[in-house]
């Protein structure tokens, strides 16, 4: 559900696990899925849809109520969530699951004391929940990019996986670029900057932001993460829109490429991106890492094959 570009499902079937359904809104997201992993609904889910009875059910919904930008208020003009309630009402209705794994931003957890947790374990008494903070980097990402996990469980307690990577081992920028050439594919697809745009970049050196362009040639939006320039020996902050943000390449004058920004999510580069150069800066802004997602698939998968396990040995005993 909220299949997006399809990352999260990438990670999961890289672990050997079939995808039955798909379904997101967007349509260069479905461009995207459709052209690396197969088949997916293009359509709004919300309305009704014959969705197969799987014993796994993945996705996140859309992240913006939650995110810092809506934090003013403790997110109070977000009372109600609908894709969240719809995305536990196809769990409710499938009769045959034994798991679900749902992500969203950190400020999921917290945001109005917790009450989508709560919302959670209130609506699915029956599945054994956990939930917790992972942070990209520590499970191969060069991102240091967190997201909420959720798992919910008929079969035994998952516990979120703990991540494999300490931050002294964290991918640094110069590792994920290795090897892109400019007929990697994506690697030519980067938005072209206005001239006074470009005429800012010369100010920033690696590390820099905003504040580090002169005050007479500063935008009138000066947010820290606005303007920044990565660093070669260093992880990649979490990468927002990187057009809208201006993200910059460590030495280049130019806002990073699509297969740049894939690279810091661990996304091979044989799956293309498609659709308009805005979406797909926007599907990756939207995107799970890949290497995340693998391991959190891996703990489902234990978990799977354990319950299996102790089923077979109780018929056969």
């Known amino acids: 559900l909220f299949s997006g570009s399809g990352l999260m499902d990438l990670g999961f079937t890289q672990e050997g696990f079939k995808v039955v359904f798909s379904i997101d809104i967007d349509k260069g997201a479905c461009e995207t899925y459709s052209h690396n992993l197969g088949d997916i609904i293009c359509g709004d889910i919300m309305d009704e849809y014959d969705i197969p009875e799987a014993p796994l059910v993945i996705g996140g919904s859309k992240c913006q109520r939650y995110s810092n930008s809506n934090r003013k208020n403790n997110y109070g003009d977000n009372p109600d969530d609908p894709l969240l309630k719809r995305y536990i009402e196809i769990v409710q209705k499938n009769r045959k699951a034994k798991v679900f794994v749902y992500e969203n ?64 081992k964290y991918k640094t920028v110069r590792e994920a670029f290795s090897g892109i050439t400019k007929d990697t594919p994506n690697q030519r697809d980067y938005t072209v900057p206005k001239k006074e745009t470009l005429e800012r970049f ?110 077979c040995c109780v018929s056969t005993c």
């Open 105 to 168: 931003v950190p400020q999921f957890l917290s945001a109005r004391d917790g009450i989508s947790l709560k919302y959670f374990k209130k609506s699915l008494p029956d599945f054994e929940i956990t939930s917790g903070i992972v942070p990209a980097a520590a499970y191969g990402s060069c991102q240091i990019r967190e997201r909420a996990i959720i798992i919910g469980s008929k079969i035994g307690k998952i516990d979120i996986p703990k991540g494999e990577s300490t931050p002294d």
């Open 202 to 311: 010369k100010y920033l050196s690696p590390g820099n932001n905003v504040h580090n362009i002169p005050e007479d040639k500063r935008p009138k939006s000066t947010h820290s993460c606005s303007y920044r320039r990565l660093e070669w020996d260093k992880p990649s902050p979490t990468l927002p829109n990187v057009r809208k943000a201006l993200i910059l390449h460590p030495e280049e004058d130019r806002i990073l490429s699509i297969r740049e920004i894939a690279r810091t999510l661990g996304v091979p580069d044989w799956y293309e991106f498609m659709g308009s150069l805005s979406s797909k800066q926007q599907q990756l802004a939207n995107a799970v890492d890949v290497g995340l997602s693998n391991i959190i698939a891996r703990a489902v998968k234990k978990a799977i094959e354990a319950f299996n396990q102790r089923t």
